[in-house]
């Protein structure tokens, strides 16, 4: 199975500060018709998560620009600007590029 | 809007079985694969199984293929999951999600305990 890593684990922020996630894949997310199928989540506490980023840097539906993804192959970022109260809460990676998909460890957003 | 209502969940003793149910709503259900994922308590996600649109194809984790039936009705725009021979480390919120390359929507979960 394709093994995500996210760094860091942990992430303490300012309001109105900016945050940076890593996902490492330990294969190429390139599918064979040429898309990379990364997506990026947020869990808010004691809700269920909910779709930020779509292959690799599109925002869905009503998401912010303040959120933007980026990345190719088997290294991609989130970057958060800007982080507001609603932002705080555990990041995910998943790929669905290879079956299974996967999902990374999680990164916890807390502010400082 | 999509909307996305787990119900079946709860207490279970090891090697019992339970089968947990998707209503859906908002959207053409029977356009769309479908997958059910879990969160063990203050553990990360873990996909579990997935339906294609017609049901015709199925997809399992290695940890409960043979326990685990994922199924639709799509006359009923319902998801289900019947688990067989449940043991204590498939406690978990279990949520349905839709499949799509271009975004996707999940439920709010239902939480399943296997314990004595």
């Known amino acids: 199975d394709v093994v995500l890593t996210q760094t860091p684990v942990s992430l303490l922020i300012s309001l109105g500060g900016q945050a940076s996630i890593s996902c490492r894949s330990s294969?190429?997310?390139?599918?064979?018709?040429?898309?990379?199928?990364l997506h990026w989540y947020l869990q808010k506490p004691g809700q269920s998560p909910q779709l930020l980023i779509y292959?690799?840097?599109n925002r869905f539906s009503g998401i912010p620009d303040r959120f933007s993804g980026s990345g190719s192959g088997t290294d991609f970022t989130l970057k958060i600007s800007r982080v507001e109260p609603e932002d705080l809460g555990v990041y995910y990676c998943?790929?669905?590029?290879?079956?299974?998909?996967?999902f990374g460890g999680g990164t916890k957003l807390e502010l400082k | 809007e999509v909307q996305l209502v787990e119900s079946g969940g709860g207490l279970v003793q090891p090697g019992r079985s339970l089968k947990l149910s998707c209503a859906a709503s908002?959207?053409?259900?029977?356009?769309?694969?479908m997958h059910w994922i879990r969160q063990a308590p203050t553990k990360g996600l873990e996909w579990v199984a997935s339906?294609?649109?017609?049901?015709?194809?199925?997809y399992y984790r290695d940890s409960v293929k043979g326990r685990f039936t994922i199924s639709r009705d799509n006359a009923k725009s319902t998801l289900y999951l019947q688990m067989d021979s449940l043991r204590s480390e498939d406690t978990a919120t279990y949520y349905c999600?839709?499949?799509?390359?271009?975004?996707?929507?999940w439920g709010q979960g239902v939480m399943v305990t296997v314990s004595s």
């Open positions: 999600a839709t499949d799509g390359s271009s975004g996707d929507y």
């Open positions: 908002g959207f053409t259900f029977s356009n769309y694969g």
């Open positions: 339906i294609s649109p017609s049901g015709g194809s199925t």
């Open positions: 294969q190429s997310l390139v599918h064979s018709n040429g898309n990379t199928y």
């Open positions: 292959q690799v840097s």
């Open positions: 998943l790929q669905r590029t290879h079956n299974p998909r996967t």
